[in-house]
């Protein structure tokens, strides 16, 4: 486990799996999601809690706009503010960390990836950055993202198990969705955060949020392939909570990456702009929805934890960035 430092760090084919592991919990592996109540939908954001000897152990903070509605999803269940005494971040986007220093604030130690943490100790540029994406909309949608002290911040190594009193995690760097991406084991149970994709409760339809800047559907194939490798059997994407089937939801992930990449194969040599792929996915995701037989409110759902119009920007810059130049 290393402290962060004043510098910044810099269709379906299926994964060769090996035999998966067994797996026995060596603790109660007692895990609560918290609906976040996002925008007052539900089923949208999650927070893990986990109870252990020492208090309570959160996986994701959720936005800053969500704090109501974590400390009624601890309050249900015995908890205060003051309980939480650590965080793991899968990453730092706004929908996943944008509380957590709040949360350190009220004594949290924050964990994260050693990309990501300059950004939770000073998130200015993070901040500014997603002002111009959502301009007006930034403080409804998202609340305010305060500063996580240096001294409350660990980075954990790449397989490294993190041991919290008698609660374990291990810590696997899992880019694609983006760089500074960590799933964490916990028994037999994943918290996928978005590398395993976005799935309501009601179905087994994944979609994958193919946000920029970071999105690289190969790196994103070899996180999920090592995920099915670790023989998990339980999943927790942070859109949304917790699954029995983590083999087949990662292979749907799977089949998600590979058909992206063979949709992006047919449409990207026409050299559709923005708008005009923006429409094609939305296009594409639709009949998904049609296919899965997904509600109006599933559908609506599933808009609010992956909006479709950043696909196409973060589709389009790996297309150009990693793809024509091959």
């Known amino acids: 486990m290393r402290k962060i430092q004043a510098k910044q760090v810099p269709f379906m084919i299926l994964a060769t799996k090996k035999q998966p592991l067994k797996r026995e919990p060596s603790m109660t592996e007692t895990v609560y999601t918290l609906d976040l109540n996002f925008q007052n939908h539900h089923d949208a954001i999650a927070s893990f809690l986990i109870p252990y000897s020492g208090g309570a152990i959160l996986v994701e903070s959720g936005p800053g706009s969500t704090i109501e509605g974590l400390q009624a999803g601890l309050t249900a269940h015995g908890y205060k503010v003051s309980d939480v005494t650590h965080l793991l971040l899968t990453h730092i986007h706004l929908d996943h960390a944008g509380a957590a220093g709040w949360l350190a604030r009220h004594g949290a130690e924050v964990y994260v990836h050693p990309v990501g943490a300059p950004h939770m100790i000073d998130p200015s540029k993070l901040i500014a950055s997603a002002t111009r994406i959502y301009q007006e909309d930034m403080d409804r949608l998202w609340g305010e993202f305060l500063a996580v002290p240096e001294a409350q911040i660990h980075i954990p190594e790449d397989g490294e198990t993190i041991k919290i009193g008698d609660a374990e995690f291990v810590a696997h760097y899992t880019p694609g969705h983006a760089e500074h991406h960590i799933a964490y084991g916990y028994g037999n149970l994943v918290f996928s955060g978005d590398v395993g994709g976005v799935r309501m409760p009601s179905c087994s339809y994944v979609r994958l949020p193919l946000v920029p800047p970071e999105l690289h559907l190969?790196?994103?194939?070899?996180?999920?392939?090592?995920?099915?490798?670790?023989?998990?059997?339980?999943?927790?994407?942070?859109?949304?909570?917790i699954f029995d089937d983590a083999e087949a939801h990662i292979q749907n992930g799977l089949a998600v990456v590979q058909s992206t990449e063979k949709w992006l194969a047919e449409i990207m040599p026409s050299e559709p702009n923005t708008a005009e792929l923006g429409k094609k996915f939305a296009a594409l995701m639709e009949a998904e929805a049609d296919a899965a037989g997904l509600s109006p409110q599933e559908r609506e759902t599933y808009e609010l934890a992956n909006p479709l119009h950043m696909a196409a920007t973060g589709m389009a810059r790996y297309w150009k960035k990693f793809k024509t130049t091959l």
Not at 223 to 229: A, R
């Open 218 to 241: 190969g790196k994103w194939q070899a996180s999920l392939e090592l995920l099915l490798e670790k023989g998990y059997q339980r999943i927790a994407p942070t859109h949304f909570g």
